[in-house]
């Protein structure tokens, strides 16, 4: 599936558990974990990031994101190695690893209201270069990471997630009143 400004315009996100059928498929993919303990991503909740196969997807279940791995804390604890946690994006049949570097967290209480700044960098990756629907998936990832992670469900609060890729700047904003 090719990601278009259609595609975007009218795809309505959800965050909540896929089916099960969709949890089979994703298995299927055999989507290698880089971190310790389990060797492949599952829906089933296993690995500690993951719970009751929730997560930000489309509503007919195409495109699904989700926070896929985390280093367990005695990685980073005891290493000097920079450990990142790896997102997922499903779209049809194909997974992407998306690994964003938070360099930034600021939170501010202005006007009665918590604003919440995030500033990242998506770590450059061969497979988004290769594609010719590059802005649009980039653009669909902030909208899937505002959505899940702190975005649609902010209560009293606003968001604001500045994402690099390459040098080129993307923002994404969220005002819940």
Known sequence: MIITKDVLKNMKLK????????????NAMKIKNP?????????KGEYFTIQDSCFVHSEDERIVYMKAFA?????????LDDYYD?????????????VIDFTD??????????VDEVTGKL????????????????YLIGEMQMYGYGGIDYKNGRKILNLEY????????????
């Open 15 to 26: 965050f909540s558990c896929i089916s099960e059928k969709r949890c089979q498929e994703i």
């Open 35 to 43: 971190y310790y303990p389990l060797p492949f991503f599952t829906c």
């Open 166 to 177: 390459k040098g080129e700047s993307y923002k994404w904003k969220h005002w819940n009143e």
């Open 105 to 114: 967290h600021k939170k501010i209480y202005v006007e009665n209201k918590y």
């Open 71 to 79: 280093p367990l804390p005695v990685l980073k604890r005891e290493s």
């Open 123 to 138: 770590l450059d990756d061969v497979w988004l270069d290769k594609r010719s629907d590059r802005d649009e998936i980039i």
């Open 86 to 98: 790896v997102f997922v994006l499903v779209i049809d049949d194909k997974y992407f690893s998306v």
